[in-house]
T-cell receptor
Framework: GENVEQHPSTLSVQEGDSAVIKCTYS??????FPWYKQELGKRPQLIID?????GEKKDQRIAVTLNKTAKHFSLHITETQPEDSAVYFC???????????FGRGTSLIVHP | SQTIHQWPATLVQPVGSPLSLECTVE??????LYWYRQAAGRGLQLLFY??????ISSEVPQNLSASRPQDRQFILSSKKLLLSDSGFYLC??????????????FGEGSRLTVL
């Protein structure tokens, strides 16, 4: 089955800095890669996703890149703000599967 | 628009007592339904998923069970709770086959404390 590794487990940055979270996956059949943000005590919510026919996708301060050859994808947050502080989960889902495999999460702390 | 409701939001139960968490989805038909558990400071553990009424797949052997009595209703149960069942339980749905966007839509969660 699919295996997703996520790093780092904790990331501390100063407000205004950039943050990068990296994930690797094992199943070459995976073709959907979502990123979820979970604020303390709240539900995870999708912030951006990418499919395997695209190498990069941006949405304002957030971008995701995908390298299918190397089987890794990354989340980039620019100009971080305190409200970006949360746990971020990456996931990978093979085509035809109902089940995304999640990484273990990254706790992002943005210091004012 | 689609919405997901999950309840209760918080509950404190003694060891050995039963459990019932309920989740309903509105605004879509034949959704895929999921139950996840999140221990404190940990990741998302998939417990059960269902692709149709009466179809339940279990990912982790344990004293929990799930049922889907109606298309948009998913119930998580236990006959006797263990201390290790404490955690944050999340119901989620995704579009069924034919319109597979892949995104999971999570409920607001149920925080269970077993004492």
């Amino acid at each position: 089955g699919e295996n997703v590794e996520q790093h780092p487990s904790t990331l501390s940055v100063q407000e205004g800095d950039s943050a990068v979270i990296k994930c690797t996956y094992s199943d070459s059949a995976s073709n959907y890669f979502p990123w979820y943000k979970q604020e303390l005590g709240k539900r995870p919510q999708l912030i951006i996703d990418i499919r395997s026919n695209v190498g990069e996708k941006k949405d304002q301060r957030i971008a995701v890149t995908l390298n299918k050859t190397a089987k890794h994808f990354s989340l980039h947050i620019t100009e971080t703000q305190p409200e970006d502080s949360a746990v971020y989960f990456c996931a990978a889902k093979p085509g035809g599967s109902y089940i995304p495999t999640f990484g273990r999460g990254t706790s992002l702390i943005v210091h004012p | 628009s689609q919405t997901i409701h999950q309840w209760p939001a918080t509950l404190v139960q003694p060891v050995g007592s039963p459990l019932s968490l309920e989740c309903t989805v509105e605004g879509t038909s034949n959704p895929n339904l999921y139950w996840y558990r999140q221990a404190a400071g940990r990741g998302l553990q998939l417990l059960f998923y269902s692709v149709g009424i009466g179809q339940i797949s279990s990912e982790v052997p344990q004293n929990l069970s799930a049922s889907r009595p109606q298309d948009r209703q998913f119930i998580l149960s236990s006959k006797k709770l263990l201390l290790s069942d404490s955690g944050f339980y999340l119901c989620a749905w995704s579009y069924g086959t034919g319109t597979d966007t892949g995104e999971l839509f999570f409920g607001e969660g149920s925080r269970l404390t077993v004492l």
